[in-house]
């Protein structure tokens, strides 16, 4: 059970819940309950992206590039990373994947960004990429 106190024991179809004074090694020694357990308090960075909460895409955390050449989606991309705080949306287009891969090439360079991956296909699926910030 929750506090230790209790035991269940499955051998096959058959299932046996008993109190853990109760139960003895092979050797006859007594069980000992486990220390009771101790809450555990963390504080986590608003950066770190497994301690954010679902991420929602919003006209601040996303920045649109299409039509652009691979340079200048790049000058537009980090300006908008330097003021990230949290993911950001970089929408590209499909296209013929040119920008796509230049972004993605340019982006695995910069060492402030942690991974990169395509949209949820709500956002715009492979047509844009969500940047995480480290």
């Known amino acids: 059970d929750d506090d230790g106190r209790e035991l269940t024991v499955r051998c096959g179809v058959m299932r046996l819940t008993l109190e853990l004074s109760a139960i003895e090694g092979l050797h006859g020694e007594k069980a000992t309950p486990p220390e009771p357990r101790q809450p555990v308090v963390a504080i ?59 972004l993605r090439d340019w982006l695995a360079s910069v060492p402030y960004v942690e991974r990169v991956s395509d949209a949820e296909r709500g956002d715009g699926g492979p047509g844009c990429s969500v940047v995480w910030v480290k």
């Open 44 to 102: 986590r960075s608003r950066r770190n992206p497994a301690s954010r909460g679902p991420e929602v895409r919003t006209e601040r955390n996303t920045v649109d590039v299409r039509g652009l050449r691979v340079h200048e989606a790049e000058a537009a991309v980090e300006e908008h990373l330097r003021a990230a705080n949290g993911p950001l949306w970089v929408i590209h287009g499909i296209g013929t994947g040119k920008l796509k891969r230049g």
